[in-house]
């Protein structure tokens, strides 16, 4: 059992920055990653980075690689997703979620998943 809380989602304008917190409790230890998704109306659900459980090693989707940054805060059992050079693709709802694999990420599988915040990139 996990619990999985996201926080953080604006408006912004292109160009912009921001960033978004998954408040992670309960049963995590075991996961090989936490991750940060997003889905756009009428568009599939797509990983967008992950940090592993183990020793926090990173990996990004190429549409974001270079603007975004997953890290995680242990004290607060906090995982952050600081976006930067916003686009208005990048708009959709963000999602955290805890994964057993590689596999989990590129399929969108995870097994438990917050209720997502809102980010809109417009002018």
């Known amino acids: 059992q996990a619990d999985l809380v996201e926080s953080g989602g604006d408006l912004v304008q292109p160009g912009g920055s921001l960033r978004l917190s998954c408040l992670a409790t309960?049963?995590?230890?075991?996961?090989?990653?936490l991750g940060w998704f997003r889905q756009a109306p009428g568009k599939e659900r797509e990983g967008v980075a992950y940090?592993?459980?183990?020793?926090?090693?990173?990996h990004y989707s190429d549409s974001v690689k270079g603007r975004f940054e997953i890290s995680r805060d242990d004290e607060k059992r906090m995982v952050n997703l600081q976006m930067n050079s916003l686009k208005p693709e990048d708009t959709g709802v963000y999602y955290c979620?805890?994964?057993?694999?590689?596999?989990?990420?590129?399929?969108?599988?995870?097994?438990?998943w917050g209720k997502g915040t809102q980010v809109t990139v417009s002018s």
């Open positions: 940090i592993t459980i183990k020793d926090k090693t990173t």
């Open positions: 309960g049963f995590i230890r075991d996961y090989f990653a």
């Open positions: 979620s805890t994964l057993w694999s590689p596999y989990d990420f590129e399929h969108a599988t995870g097994d438990y």
